[in-house]
């Protein structure tokens, strides 16, 4: 409680000392490391056996995006200076943060992960309120589609089941992945993205045959590339 009282105050502080909107290119350039640790967290924690490096990455996180928050707090980037509530919501992954950390401590691995997964919606709800095209909110985009689909192949029990998700779920997968290429911020990455792209385009084509052809064993084998693939695109970084 008392942190966040802290936190409250501080941020209240910086907003007052508010200065003209900041350029979102500057934004994003100081936005590289701490979020880099953030995708670092988001990874350690989908397995128990990271506890060690996972806690530091949290903190690395924390660290930097404390950073941000005494930069941006009080000179917002242009296209949130509308925002309302801007510097709450810039200010809430420090709070996540330290939850985060309090779980880690107790060994509560998975439910730190859940809470850091708010800080995904946070910046994508941002970015929509401004207007923002980013690849990263497609990759997001992507991401609930894929846990879908996956989650309903791991259900079935048969392979007509098997080949009923991928009737009910297979194409909007693989639309949801081609919108990718819609996002307006792709120029400084291209040749990367594509690569991506087109790789992922495959894996998702080789998934739905499997499905289709109600292959239990190898549906379970492609969770695997499907999510690397997640990975890729997810990784990159558009300045």
Do not use: C
């Not at 200010?91 to 850091?116: D, F, S, W, Y």
């Not at 911020?185 to 045959?209: N, P, W």
């Amino acid at each position: 409680m008392h942190f966040r009282i802290l936190v409250v105050v501080f941020l209240s502080t910086l907003a007052s000392h508010a200065a003209i909107a900041s350029e979102y290119a500057d934004f994003l350039r100081d936005l590289t490391g701490p979020y880099a640790h953030y995708r670092q967290s988001l990874m350690l924690t989908s397995n128990p056996d990271n506890i060690d490096k996972a806690t530091q990455s949290i903190s690395q996180f924390s660290t930097g995006w404390k950073g941000i928050v005494e930069k941006y707090a009080g000179d917002p980037p242009k296209p949130f200076a509308a925002i309302p509530g801007y510097v709450d919501k810039l200010g809430r992954p420090l709070t996540i943060g330290q939850e985060a950390q309090a779980l880690m401590a107790t060994g509560n691995v998975t439910k730190a992960h859940t809470v850091l997964e708010e800080i995904r919606y946070l910046l994508w709800g941002m970015r929509v309120q401004a207007g923002i095209n980013s690849v990263v909110d497609k990759a997001n985009d992507f991401h609930e589609a894929m846990e879908i689909i996956l989650d309903n192949a791991a259900a079935a029990k048969n392979a007509e089941e098997l080949a009923a998700v991928e009737a009910r779920y297979g194409a909007w997968v693989a639309i949801k992945w081609e919108e990718h290429a819609l996002a307006a911020d792709l120029g400084s990455v291209r040749k990367e993205f594509d690569a991506a792209l087109s790789d992922g385009r495959k894996t998702i084509a080789d998934y739905r045959t499997v499905l289709r052809n109600g292959n239990l064993e190898a549906a379970k084998k492609m969770v695997g590339p499907i999510k690397n693939a997640y990975k890729k695109i997810w990784a990159i970084d558009p300045k």
